[in-house]
């Protein structure tokens, strides 16, 4: 079974450009989750979907962030315009429906890099 | 407020030395969950162990043990016999309404 990917790996842009990162969840899994950590930082939460609908984007930092989850299946988190602080990387997460101690399966990650 | 603290940032041991690493959690929530991710140098980050905060059963796995106690709101991790192939950043993490709460993680080598 194939875990949860992420495209690109590493993408790297100058501040005010546009950068939309892509994750496949295992398949099956209606929880996914974005994470992110910022160099020197703890990994901080972004937001929660289940299914096509967001759950809980509190940890979204400002409206230059737009995730979106079309169909449930695969979602996109795009950074418009790029600043540098945004720079670092991008995990997403997946976990089965259920309650909230089930296991997140992570990706590889996505490195950010702004400048 | 909710917060992990991993106080270690980095450890270093020679192989086939024991390793504790230490996990201290704030909540206010009655039930929450616990979990430790190792993340190797290849980035990506592996589940190691979950625990609920109902079941404070140590638990050992392998080379592998953690030390949940709610009296102090802790939840060690160590690693017996160590060996190079355990060097790898390792997060503790706290489960709070389906989103994880993390530490700043510890960075641990292990030399050969």
């Known amino acids: 079974e194939a875990g949860v990917t992420q495209f690109p790996s590493h993408s790297v842009i100058e501040k005010g450009q546009t950068v939309t990162l892509r994750c496949d969840p295992i398949?099956?899994?209606?929880?996914l989750y974005w994470y992110r950590r910022v160099m020197g930082k703890e990994i901080k939460f972004l937001l929660h979907f289940v299914k096509e609908s967001k759950q809980d984007e509190s940890g979204m930092p400002n409206n230059r962030f737009l995730a979106e989850r079309t169909g449930g299946t695969y979602s996109t988190l795009k950074v418009q315009p790029a600043e540098l602080e945004d720079s670092g990387v991008y995990f997403c997460?997946?976990?089965?429906?259920?309650?909230?101690?089930?296991?997140?399966?992570f990706g590889p990650g996505t490195r950010l890099t702004v400048l | 407020a909710q917060k992990v603290t991993q106080a270690q940032t980095e450890i270093s041991v020679v192989e086939k030395e024991d390793v504790t690493l230490d996990c201290v959690y704030e909540?206010?929530?009655?039930?929450?969950?616990l979990f430790w991710y190792k993340q190797p140098p290849s980035g990506e980050l592996v589940f190691l162990i979950r625990r609920n905060s109902f079941d404070e059963q140590n638990e050992i796995s392998g080379r592998y043990s953690w030390n949940f106690q709610k009296s102090t709101s802790s939840f060690n991790f160590t690693i017996t016999a160590s060996q190079v192939v355990d060097s790898a950043v390792y997060f503790c993490a706290l489960g709070s309404n389906y989103q994880l709460i993390w530490g700043a993680g510890t960075k641990l080598i292990i030399k050969p």
């Open positions: 997460a997946s976990s089965q429906l259920g309650d909230r101690g089930n296991e997140q399966f």
């Open positions: 398949s099956g899994h209606d929880n």
């Open positions: 909540t206010r929530d009655t039930t929450y969950y």
